[in-house]
């Protein structure tokens, strides 16, 4: 007869003095991993308060100003309430030889190279002005011609601001941080009589809704954020609508159609390891390709678009599109795996086709973890600055971005400039932009959690 070979197996159960050890050792690793969960969460939160409060101490406190004209003696009124012919009488009387440079700063819409060659049909596109001045350039007008266009096109309120920032001209002399506003303020008051007999002493938010839409300056009194947070919007809106279909496309892909071949894995693996790459890398690519390629675009002015070289936002937003694609496909593909293969085998039971049971039942049970990973990108886009130096973001430019071919800057970069300004006021404006910069990040990744959270109800 022939031997059995099958082995058998058999399995004790340990003693209960044994199990019991076991079981209060594991409990013991458990809880001592679960305490260093804690203890790393929150010195993360503690990390980031004092982040924000070292940049709400430079953002907030008080400041002193100097006036090149005193502001009682253009007026025994407020500036604020003379109303419009009042302040362009002051402005042709006061700075009759600045008027050029008021109607360059606040209604020219070319760049300022151009600003006196150019004719002012292009100069004031999209203002009131009259046609028949519409092929002279701004030196054939006269101090008179200049009040009135100012005039027609400025609200009182911004003629108002005009007059301060051109003959009025106040200028934080000097600035107090936070903590040392609230606890020296009687110091600072004798020291500002002692060293300042001229000067102001006011309370100072250096975040606000004018540092908002006020554009850059040369001046950190008057220095805005209005055209770096359009540069961002336009950045962002380009890298968005670029990435997210293409990131999510290749996911459904790579997940639900690819099959196990080397091709495919070598994909995979490369997609991953990509999400390592330094973004400057990215950007040298941008400047290969995206800036090259709309650099023969902007010099044959295609379509009607200025010369810029091919530093546009368009360049700068296919390269962070770059960045972040690999950051969408995986969590795209993490999504997608968690949706239970049930439900795929329901679908298919009731007779859908592949396509159909992807883009109905899957989809909609994915799209809170594809929203996951699109908040997590743009938190990385919008942060972006090396990339976008090397495809050409402006450090300084005057000139509000109004499409996708349009020269820019961004908020992380305006605030590099800022930060390596000889002007300590500058580092508090720089302090304003990085809330700024916070406030709109939290406020897109709270859009985009509604927008996941709305999703997963209607699911």
């Known amino acids: 007869m022939m031997e059995d070979k099958r082995k058998t197996y058999s399995y004790v159960l340990p003693k209960r003095e044994e199990y019991e050890q076991k079981l209060a050792a594991r409990h013991r690793i458990g809880e001592i991993a679960s305490r260093f969960f804690f203890a790393a969460n929150a010195f993360a939160l503690l990390v980031l308060f004092l982040l924000a409060l070292n940049v709400s101490n430079s953002a907030f406190g008080l400041v002193v100003y100097t006036y090149a004209v005193e502001p009682d003696s253009l007026s025994d009124r407020p500036l604020y309430e ?52 519409a092929d002279l350039t701004v030196n054939d007008l006269t101090p008179e011609q200049i009040a009135l266009l100012l005039s027609d096109n400025l609200s009182q309120t ?13 200028n934080v002399t000097r600035s107090w941080q936070l903590f040392d506003s609230l606890l020296n303020r009687e110091q600072i008051e004798r020291d500002v009589a002692e060293r300042f007999p001229n000067g102001d002493l006011a309370w100072r938010s250096w975040i606000s809704w004018d540092f908002v839409v006020s554009s850059v300056s040369s001046n950190p009194t008057f220095a805005g954020l209005r055209t770096a947070l359009l540069g961002t919007f336009w950045v962002l809106l380009v890298t968005v609508i670029t990435a997210l279909p293409i990131g999510v496309g290749a996911a459904i892909y790579l997940e639900e159609y690819a099959n196990d071949s080397w091709i495919n894995r070598t994909i995979q693996t490369n997609i991953r390891n990509l999400a390592g790459v330094p973004s400057i890398i990215y950007g040298m690519l941008g400047l290969a390709v995206f800036v090259r390629v709309f650099e023969e675009f902007t010099s044959g002015r295609f379509l009607g678009i200025t010369d810029t070289n091919g530093r546009t936002v368009m360049s700068a937003g296919l390269t962070l599109a770059l960045v972040i694609l690999p950051v969408i496909i995986v969590n795209a593909q993490e999504a997608l795996k968690a949706v239970p293969s049930s439900l795929r085998e329901a679908s298919y039971g009731m007779g859908a086709t592949k396509w159909q049971t ?8 994915a799209i809170g973890g594809i929203m996951t990973g699109l908040i997590l990108s743009m938190s990385r886009a919008i942060g972006e600055t090396a990339p976008l130096i090397v495809v050409g973001a402006s450090t ?42 916070l406030i709109t990040l939290l406020l897109m990744n709270s859009i985009a959690i509604y927008i996941r959270q709305r999703a997963s109800v209607r699911l």
């Open 82 to 133: 003379l109303s419009e012919p009042e302040l362009v009488n002051l402005l042709v009387e006061k700075v009759p030889n600045r008027l050029r440079v008021v109607m360059r700063d606040t209604l020219s819409q070319v760049e300022n190279r151009l600003f006196t060659t150019a004719p002012l049909r292009e100069v004031l596109r999209g203002r009131t002005f009259d046609p028949e001045i």
């Open 158 to 170: 911004e003629l108002a601001a005009v007059i301060e920032r051109q003959i009025i001209q106040p």
């Open 358 to 365: 992807v883009s109905r039942v899957v989809m909609p049970n």
């Open 396 to 437: 300084f430019i005057g000139i509000d971005p109004n499409g996708i071919f349009s020269k820019f800057t961004v908020v992380p970069i305006q605030i590099y400039q800022w930060t390596g300004r000889p002007e300590l006021e500058f580092k508090n404006a720089a302090a304003g932009a990085i809330l700024v910069l």
